[in-house]
């Protein structure tokens, strides 16, 4: 009867670790998915520039995240050459199956390194490259569509006011189209 009882105690233990195993291995909902990869595609064909986003949703009306820029080629004129960008949107859908997606607004501030071309030297009689920090705090608009695998597309344009004045430009132009995944 010993025998038996510990036998039967370890068959019941099998099974409720097997389950507690295949709930860890099934894939999560799309409405419990809270974060979110995505890369920029535009200035990645265009002009080799990598731009990646990470989201963290907080609910289906709103999320926050940062996205990191790295000009690959700062040979071209790009304004900016390194970026780090914390942001906070406000979603506007009418209907919540996936939340966080829709039409949102997005409040931003950047913080980016370039470099100026405005400076011009008499004696050689070219434009200097000047190396500067800025800041800038801006607003967005996009819009977000996601599947239910987790795949996610985004359009977003903006723009936001240079704070310090360093760079040669008084505005920073932020925007593409994105292509991620929400796990």
Do not use: C
Not at 85 to 111: C, H, I, L, N, W
């Amino acid at each position: 009867m010993k025998h038996f009882l510990i036998l039967l105690s370890l068959f019941v233990f099998s099974l409720g670790s097997a389950q507690a195993v295949k709930s860890k291995t099934e894939p999560s909902s799309i409405f419990d998915r809270k974060h979110e990869l995505k890369l920029g595609a535009i200035k990645m064909l265009s002009s080799v520039i990598f731009e990646t986003s990470y989201e963290r949703v907080l609910s289906s009306n709103s999320g926050y995240g940062v996205s990191l820029l790295i000009n690959m080629n700062q040979s071209n004129e790009y304004l900016e050459n390194y970026s780090l960008t914390p942001f906070y949107r406000m979603y506007f859908q009418t209907y919540e199956d996936y939340g966080a997606k829709g039409f949102f607004v997005e409040g931003f501030t950047s913080v980016f390194a370039g470099k100026n071309y405005d400076t011009y030297d008499t004696n050689t009689g070219m434009y200097e490259e000047e190396n500067f920090v800025d800041a800038s705090i801006g607003l967005a608009l996009g819009k977000k569509w996601i599947n239910t695998a987790g795949f996610v597309f985004e359009i977003k344009a903006g723009a936001g006011r240079n704070l310090f004045g360093a760079s040669e430009f008084q505005a920073l132009f932020k925007g593409d189209f994105y292509i991620g995944y929400r796990f």
